[in-house]
C-alpha cells in the first residue's frame, strides 16, 4: 500500500499571502488529521476531518481551515501568512476515528519571509 | 500548559542495552497512549500504543508500561540497536468513549544508539 502523501514537500512564503496544502491518505484510509510541528510547541493538532466532516479542531486561529474531500483526500489552507506560520505541517491518516494508530506523511516545509 | 512531558531531551545508549524512554501526563482523562519514532525528514511512524486498561504491552523488542496512579508511561528498547537512533514521541488521547481522535504530544526525545 503506498504511504500518506503530502504535497508540495516544500514552499516559500510572503507575510500575508494565503498558502493550500495537500494531503493524500493511504487507500482506504477515511480519518486525515493536521498537525503542525514547531522547534518551541513540539507537534500540535490542527483539525481531524473524517467522511468530509471536521470531527475535531486544535486551539488555532481561524486562519487556519481545511477540507476533505469525497476520495479522502484533504487540503489545509493558511490566510494572511505570519512568520510564527513557519513551520512542518504533517498529514496523518487512520482507518477509523479515534484514538487509534496514524500514519504520517512526511510533512511540508513551509517558510514565511 | 502541557499536558504530555518528555522530561529528557535526549538519551545516549550503548548497542545492546536496555533504552527507557520516559513520558509523563497530566490530564488524568487520558486513556490510551502511543508511542511513535521520527527520523529526519520523515513523518513519525507507529511504533505501540496501550490502552488505560493494560499497563503493559508487548511488540518484538519494543515494550510500553504504564502507571496511571503515577500517570507516567516508559518504553523499553531490549536489545538497543544504532538504527533506533530516531526522535521518540509519546502521545496520549482521551480515547474511545469520548469519541475524540485528538492526540496529545510530548515534545520527543532524541535517542542516540552507539555502536
Known amino acids: 500500500k503506498a504511504g500518506v502523501t503530502q504535497t508540495p514537500r516544500y514552499l516559500i512564503k510572503t507575510r500575508g499571502q494565503q498558502v493550500t496544502l495537500s494531503c493524500s491518505p493511504i487507500s482506504g484510509h477515511r480519518s486525515v488529521s493536521w498537525y503542525q510541528q514547531t522547534p518551541g510547541q513540539g507537534l500540535q493538532f490542527l483539525f481531524e476531518y473524517f467522511s468530509e466532516t471536521q470531527r475535531n479542531k486544535g486551539n488555532f486561529p481561524g486562519r487556519f481551515s481545511g477540507r476533505q474531500f469525497s476520495n479522502s483526500r484533504s487540503e489545509m489552507n493558511v490566510s494572511t501568512l505570519e512568520l510564527g506560520d513557519s513551520a512542518l505541517y504533517l498529514c496523518?491518516?487512520?482507518?477509523?476515528?479515534?484514538?487509534?494508530?496514524?500514519?504520517f506523511g512526511p510533512g511540508t516545509r513551509l517558510t514565511v519571509t | 500548559d502541557q499536558q504530555v512531558k518528555q522530561n529528557s531531551p535526549s538519551l545516549s545508549v550503548q548497542e545492546g542495552r536496555i533504552s527507557i524512554l520516559n513520558c509523563d501526563y497530566t490530564?488524568?482523562?487520558?486513556?490510551?497512549f502511543l508511542w511513535y519514532k521520527k527520523y529526519p525528514a520523515e513523518g513519525p511512524t507507529f511504533l505501540i500504543s496501550?490502552?488505560?486498561?493494560?499497563d503493559k504491552n508487548e511488540d518484538g523488542r519494543f515494550t510500553v508500561f504504564l502507571n496511571k496512579s503515577a500517570k507516567h508511561l516508559s518504553l523499553h528498547i531490549v536489545p538497543s540497536q544504532p538504527g533506533d537512533s530516531a526522535v521518540y514521541f509519546c502521545a496520549a488521547s482521551l480515547g474511545v468513549n469520548s469519541g475524540y481522535s485528538t492526540l496529545t504530544f510530548g515534545k520527543g526525545t532524541m535517542l542516540l544508539v552507539s555502536p
Open positions: 490530564n488524568s482523562m487520558f486513556d490510551y
Open positions: 496523518a491518516s487512520s482507518s477509523r476515528t479515534g484514538p487509534y494508530e496514524q500514519y
Open positions: 496501550i490502552s488505560s486498561i493494560k
